[in-house]
């Protein structure tokens, strides 16, 4: 059973940074991909970053220019930095890691809270 780890989460200013980690219990290189979602109270969960084995990344739209994905395969992580951190950006932020078509697993998340 894949267990993903997220951690990094806290309080900070609107303009400040972050940088979360997601450790997987297994090599991160087993996984078609891993990313980063985002869920805000009341709002539908949102795909935020990934990261593909051969390591290309893309990015949402409302994130681009300002966050960014990286891995560290030695450590079983997979990383989101987070830049010029705006309130909108406030929610739990869950780790994703897919395996092709298979149901995908799930971190248990991190909060992120961007005060204005």
């Known amino acids: 059973q894949v267990q993903l780890a997220e951690s990094g989460g806290g309080l900070v200013q609107a303009g400040g940074s972050l940088r979360l980690s997601c450790v997987a219990s297994?090599?991160?290189?087993?996984?078609?991909?891993m990313g980063w979602y985002r869920q805000a109270p009341g709002n539908q969960r949102e795909w935020v970053a990934l990261?593909?084995?051969?390591?290309?990344?893309d990015y949402a739209a409302s994130v681009k220019g300002r966050f960014t994905i990286s891995r560290d395969g030695a450590k079983n992580t997979v990383y989101l930095h987070m830049m010029s951190l705006k309130p909108e950006d406030t929610a739990v932020y869950l780790c994703?890691?897919?395996?092709?078509?298979?149901?995908?697993?799930w971190g248990q998340g991190t909060q992120v809270t961007v005060s204005s």
């Open positions: 297994g090599s991160i290189f087993t996984f078609t991909s």
């Open positions: 994703n890691a897919a395996r092709g078509a298979l149901n995908p697993y």
């Open positions: 990261i593909t084995s051969s390591g290309s990344t």
